[in-house]
């Protein structure tokens, strides 16, 4: 399995804005044992995606809606990101449970309509500081997990993704300790195993930087980054890619 870096831009950058990081980034050796995907706003992906047509590199969108169609003003559908040649979606990022208000009936909806679209979905899990401060770490994982995965066959688990991001350590600089991302990842995977016997990628996410990229990539079970801040500049970016490229031999 290659390391996969998804770089998700949140609410940043003008399509042409966006255009330019993209430029920036082809414009330099990137090694094609990683997998790389761009997360653009919806409004930046039909230019995005034509740009990376035939290209190594992936996109994605940021959120989808819980519903197949219909009078729902300003959403987005599965099958409208399938029609501009997306192949990722990101769901339930805990931006949108924290400030939409997403519950995981919902999430649960999205990553069906998801898969039913054929776009993989990296379903985000994670504890606030408050549960993780209440020890509630592992039960709140479990349950994310669980109705996140709700009826969820087993045909699909070549097409999941699942990206542990603890919510205090999103572009706050905090970045979990080692030990405390393995015990998150080994959980998930295991979580996943033993009841749904899946063996899917785990992203970790939260605070990854070009200085800390080649250290977490090192931790057991950590199978790629998702990536905020520093993936809105080619730079640290890039560096990011390069410090899990050399990593690459444990893969
Ligand atoms: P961050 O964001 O890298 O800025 O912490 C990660 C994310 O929200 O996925």
Redesign the pocket.
């Known amino acids: 399995m290659k390391p996969i870096i998804a770089a998700?831009w949140k609410m940043n950058f003008t399509p042409k804005e966006g255009l330019r990081l993209i430029d920036d980034i082809i414009s330099q050796p990137i090694s094609s044992d990683v997998d790389i995907i761009f997360f653009p706003s919806f409004v930046s992906l039909s230019l995005v995606s034509d740009k990376l047509l035939n290209s190594p590199y992936s996109i994605g969108g940021q959120n989808i809606f819980h519903k197949e169609n219909g009078a729902f003003t300003g959403e987005i559908s599965a099958s409208m990101l399938k029609a501009l040649d997306v192949q990722y979606v990101i769901i339930g990022?805990s931006?949108r449970r924290q400030f939409f208000h997403e519950n995981d009936t919902q999430i649960n909806n999205k990553i069906h309509l998801a898969l039913k679209a054929e776009l993989i979905p990296i379903i985000c899990i994670g504890e606030s500081l408050q549960e993780r401060k209440n020890e509630q770490t592992d039960l709140v994982l479990k349950e994310q997990l669980t109705s996140a995965f709700k009826n969820i066959g087993l045909d699909n688990q070549k097409n999941i993704i699942v990206a542990y991001?603890p919510v205090w350590?999103?572009?706050t600089g905090l970045t979990a300790e080692k030990n405390k991302i393995l015990d998150a990842h080994n959980l998930i995977k295991e979580t996943l195993k033993n009841i749904y016997n899946f063996n899917i990628p785990v992203l970790y996410?939260?605070?990854?930087n070009a200085d800390n990229a080649a250290s977490l990539i090192n931790i057991e079970n950590v199978d790629g980054f998702?990536?905020?801040?520093?993936s809105l500049n080619s730079d640290s970016f890039c560096q990011i890619v390069k410090n899990v490229t050399k990593k690459i031999e444990r893969f």
């Open positions: 998700n990022h931006e991001e350590a999103i572009g996410g939260g605070s990854v998702l990536v905020g801040g520093a």
